[in-house]
C-alpha cells in the first residue's frame, strides 16, 4: 500500500494545549478510494481532516498528498477542497456563483465558466437552479451545492465533513447512494467523516475507526463488521453479544474457550496468537445467533436457555435469552421468515445455536 | 385506514375559560399582535417626532413680522434659500464635511471591529466596553479635549516644536474644517464600531473556510466574502454617522471657526440671535431632504457595488 497510496499520514499528532486530540496517526489511502473516518465526537476524526484540508497544522508527523509533502502547503494551494458540515454556502452569492467561485483563479471565459456551472448542475440534478439564492434551497439541495461547489475544480482529494448529519433520514439514504454513484463517476478520492456506522458501512471501501485520537481499527466494512478486533470497535459497529472467556486451548487455526454461559466453545483464530490460560472475550453478532425449541442433534455449537423478552420490528424480531451464568441477556435477531418455529409470543425454554465461523475472539488490548 | 374513532373527551366538571372576544382577536391577527406591542413606542414616536415635523413644515411657509408671524402659506422662504449663495454653500460644505467624517471613522473603525470580532476569543465584551470607553464622558468634554490637542499652544504644536519638527504653532490645526473633521471622527467612533463588530461577529467562519478552501488567499477572501457579509454593518455605521454630523452645530461652533461653520450653526442662529424661525425651519427641511436623498442614493449603490463584487 505504501508505494501507491495517494494520501500518507505519518504519525500525525495534535496537542491543543494539553489535549492531545490525534496521537501518533499513520493511515494510507489509495487513489479513488472512498474512505471514511468513524468515530464518536471528539475522537478526532474531524481533527483529522482539518488538518488535511489545511485549516489546522500537525503538532507533529507529516501528511503528504500525490507525494508532496503538505506542511509547507497553505490551505488555499492544496489540492484538496472540503463539504463543510453545515454546507458553508455563501449566502450573498446565488447558486450558479457559489459553484463558480473557486473557479475565478483558473481565468475561463465566461461562456467556459458557465459551461462548466451547467454542467455541475446537471450531475447533481439540479439543472436550472443557477438564479436561486442560497437562501431557497432545502437542505438536501445545499448539501448538493456544496459538492458541486468542490468537486467543479477537480480536486485530487474531496474531504466530507458529516455531509448527510444534517438531513432527516429518508433524504439521507437517498444522497448516500448518489454520493457513492458520483464519487465512482468522477473518480476523486473522498475522505468522509461521519459518527454514524451503518453510513461508513454503506459508503466506503475502507474504514478507519477512531476513538480518543488514535485509529483502533482499519479495515474493510466486512472486515470491521465480522472480525473487530478489539471491544470497542464491536461495540461501536452494530450490537454484538460478549461473552467473558478463558483460552483453554490452542490448535492451529482454532483456539478453544470456556466461555461463560456458553461452556467450552471453538473459535477461529484468525491469525492471532493465544496463551493458554489468557482472558479474553467472546464476541457473536445477534444475527448470528438462531433460536430453536428443540434441541439440534450437534450439542457442540449450542446451548439451552429461557426466552425473557421478545420484541417484533416488522423485517426481523429481536429475542432475549438468559442463559445460566450469564447477567445479561443474549440478544437474537431473527428475520421474520414464513414457518419460523418461534414466534414473539413464545415463552420458556429455547436452544440457542451459532456456527463456529460467526465466533469473534477480542483480546484485551 | 383504520375506522378508529376517538373518543369525546370532553370532561364533565371542567369548566373551560372562554376567551375574551379582545384576546380572540388579537390572537387571531399577527399584524394586530405586533401593532398592539409597538403600540406604546409609535405613540411615543408620533407625537415626539412627527408633531414637531409638522410644526416645522407649516412654519416654513411662514413669514416673520417683527415678532409675530404672518401666517400667509408662501414659498418665499424656499426661493430664499435657493437663490442666496451662502446657504447653498454651506449646505454643501457641511454635507462634504460629514461625508469625510463619515468615511474616515467607518475606515478607521473598521480594523478595530475586525479585530475584536475574529482574534479575540476571551472577554470581547470586554474589548467593546474599552472601546467605547471615551464615549461615557460628554460630548462637550470630548470637543473641548480635542481643542486642547489641537490648539495653538495645544499638546500637538507643543509636542512638534520641543522635539524640533518646527518653530512656530501650525495655525490650521484648530478653526479649520480639518479640525471639525477629526473630532467629529473621533466623536462618533463608538456609534461606527458597534454596529461593524455586530455585522462582523455575526459572520459564520465556516463561510471564510470555505473562501480558503476554494482558493482565495487573505485578501480575496476579504473582499469576496468578509466585506460583502460586513456591507450591512457598514451601511448603518454610515448612516448612523453621517445623519447626526451634517446638522451638527455644536463641534463646528466649538472648533470650526469661520471657515469651519456648517449649516446646523446657521440654522441654530436662525432660531436663536437672527429670530428667523421660519427660515431656520426651512433650512431644517432642506437639510433633511438633502440627508434623505444622499442616504437613498448611498443604500442603493452600495447594494448595486456588492451585487457587481460578488
Known sequence: MTEDAFISIRKVDKHFGKVQAIDSVSIEIGHGEFFSLLGSSGCGKTTLLRMLAGFEAPTGGEIFIDGQPMSDVPPHMRPVNMVFQNYAIFPHLNVRDNIAYGLRKQRLSRNRRHDLVEEMLELIKLPGFG??????????????????????????????????????????????????????????????????????????????VMSQGRVLQLDTPSGLYETPHNREVASFIGTMNFFDAKVSGVNGARVEVEAAGLGRINAPARDRRYVEGESVQIAIRPEKLELTADAPLDSGISVQGSLENAAYLGERSHFFVKLDGLDQPVAVSAQNREGATIGTDATGPVWLNWSEASVVVLTSD | MSDQTLPETEAPGIRQARPGRLTSLLHGSETLRGLSLLSPTLLFMSIMILLPFAILLVMSFWTPVGFEFDTTPTLNNYREAMERPIYGALLER????????????????????????????????????????????????????????????????????????????????????????????????????????????????????????????????????????????????????FIPTTGDYITPALLGGPDGAMIGNLIQKQFGPINDWPMGATLSIILMLAIAFICAVFILLTLFVRKRIS
Open chain 2, 94 to 241: 457641511s454635507l462634504r464635511m460629514s461625508g469625510i467624517a463619515t468615511v474616515a471613522t467607518v475606515i478607521l473603525c473598521y480594523p478595530m471591529a475586525y479585530y475584536v470580532a475574529f482574534h479575540v476569543h476571551r472577554n470581547k465584551m470586554m474589548w467593546i466596553v474599552l472601546m467605547t470607553l471615551p464615549f461615557w464622558t460628554s460630548y462637550l468634554l470630548r470637543v473641548f479635549a480635542w481643542k486642547v490637542v489641537l490648539g495653538y499652544e495645544g499638546v500637538i504644536n507643543s509636542a512638534l516644536i520641543s522635539v524640533g519638527v518646527i518653530e512656530k504653532p501650525l495655525e490650521f490645526l484648530l478653526y479649520s474644517q480639518s479640525a471639525v473633521i477629526i473630532t467629529l471622527a473621533h466623536a462618533w467612533a463608538a456609534f461606527a464600531i458597534l454596529p461593524l463588530y455586530v455585522s462582523l461577529e455575526k459572520i459564520d467562519r465556516s463561510l471564510l473556510e470555505a473562501a480558503t478552501d476554494l482558493g482565495d488567499g487573505p485578501v480575496m477572501r476579504f473582499l469576496r466574502v468578509t466585506l460583502p457579509l460586513s456591507l450591512p454593518g457598514v451601511i448603518s455605521a454610515s448612516l448612523l454617522i
Open chain 1, 131 to 208: 438564479d436561486r439564492r442560497a437562501n431557497e434551497l432545502s437542505g438536501g439541495q445545499r448539501q448538493r451545492i456544496a459538492l458541486a461547489r468542490a468537486l467543479i475544480l477537480r480536486p485530487k482529494v474531496l474531504l466530507l465533513d458529516e455531509p448527510l448529519g444534517a438531513l432527516d433520514k429518508q433524504l439521507r439514504e437517498q444522497m448516500q447512494l448518489e454520493l457513492r454513484a458520483l464519487q465512482r463517476t468522477v473518480g476523486i478520492t473522498f475522505v468522509f467523516v461521519t459518527h454514524d456506522q451503518e453510513e461508513a458501512l454503506t459508503l466506503s471501501d475502507r474504514i478507519a
